[in-house]
Each structure stands twice: as structure tokens, then as C-alpha cells.
């Protein structure tokens, strides 16, 4: 029977652009819900589109605080790369105090991706809808995007003053500065799919839980 995600996800389950419903598992779900996440459909969009399109507005506040310094950056126009992402709404406490390449360790380890400017951008916006903010305290998330002058960008401290962006150099870090946990539900139905087909002649034993050779997903096959 296929699950039904806004019951078991309220609020924490985000479609604003009324996308396809994703093919998600109860076992997938119910891993998103224990740890603090949530399901979103990020469209196409970049973070000037977001920025023009609800007027800087953010509850009752601003998105942004002052774009002057990145206003004609490319990564201000970068678009997202659209789809279902599971997304964090802390950073992930080990990537705290680390720099870049540090962080990328420990986000290969969890099965993690980056969100880049855009995507953090409109992950912020769009959860506003709950009434309420995410990034919202002295926290920063370094995102994949790069400035002209090749400083890693951060998008974060989203108060009603609006929020930070701020360029860092890869061997920086700091201890409000981490990654915000996102997985592409793409790639990652992808990957089962792809370990399930290695698992043809295990998969008659209905119920079994395996581990993935990349070592951060626990499956549960049913058949």
C-alpha cells in the first residue's frame, strides 16, 4: 500500500509547485520524520528568482539582508537542480568548526550532498510556510556555490533582518559555520534500485534489512 506522506509528515512534507507525489517508502519516511528532516520538492529557480519573487519578504521580515555585494554574481542566477530533496533543518553538528574538505569527508560518510545557494535559498523560503524559520540563529550553511573571486559561498542567520551570504576560503572554519544534511530522493531510490538488482536471488526473504556497500543505507526489501 503506498503511504500516505502529508499523514505521516504534516507540515514537513513541502510541495508548493504541486510536483508529482515522489515514490517514497514507509521505512524512508518514517527515518525522515525521526530525525528532524523534511521532504521538499525544490524546483528549478534561482536565488535572484526567489528574492523577486515574494519581494523579500519572509514572514515578518526579509529573506535577504543586503544583496549589493553579490546582486550580479553568477551564483545569484544559478538555478537549482530540480526535484525531491530530503533536507535537514539543523546543520549536521559534525561539520561544524571544519573546513571545506573536512566537512566533504564527513557528508560522503552520511550520504550527503550540498545545496547550493539557490536550493538552500528556497528550502528557507518555502518552510517559512510552517510559520515558522530554519537557519535562523548565528548558524551558516557553506553551500557548493562559488563567488567570482572563488570564496565558497554561505547562506545562513535567516532572522527577520534577512539573511547572510558571506564568502569563505576552503581551509576556513568556524563553529557556526556546518552543512545542513540533503539528500536527492533521486539518486537515492536510484541506489537502492541499483542494490536490489544485486540482491536478485536474496530477494525472496521478505522483510530482511541489508546494508549498502556505501555504508550509510539500512534497506528493507519487500516484495
Known sequence: ??????????????????????????????????????????????????????????????????????????????????????????????????????????????????LSVAEICYFVWAYSSTEKRVLSDWEYHWSSSRSSGGNLVSFGRADAEGAYLAGWEPDDASVNLGVVLSRSLDNLNLEIGTFENELTDELTKVGTVYKSPQGHLIIKLEI
Open 1 to 114: 500500500m503506498k503511504p500516505n506522506i502529508k499523514k505521516i509528515l504534516g507540515e514537513d512534507y513541502i510541495n508548493l509547485e504541486k510536483a508529482k507525489e515522489p515514490k517514497v517508502t514507509l521505512a524512508q519516511l518514517e527515518a525522515i520524520k525521526a530525525n528532524n528532516q523534511v521532504l521538499i520538492y525544490i524546483p528549478a529557480i534561482s536565488a535572484k528568482e526567489v528574492y523577486e519573487k515574494t519581494g523579500n519578504k519572509l514572514l515578518d521580515g526579509k529573506l535577504l539582508y543586503d544583496i549589493d555585494w553579490y546582486k550580479d554574481e553568477v551564483f545569484f542566477s544559478e538555478k537549482a537542480k530540480a526535484g525531491w530533496y530530503i533536507v535537514g533543518k539543523e546543520l549536521i553538528p559534525e561539520t561544524r568548526n571544519k573546513t571545506y574538505a573536512e566537512q566533504d569527508e564527513i557528508l560522503t560518510r552520511l550520504g550527503s550532498g550540498r
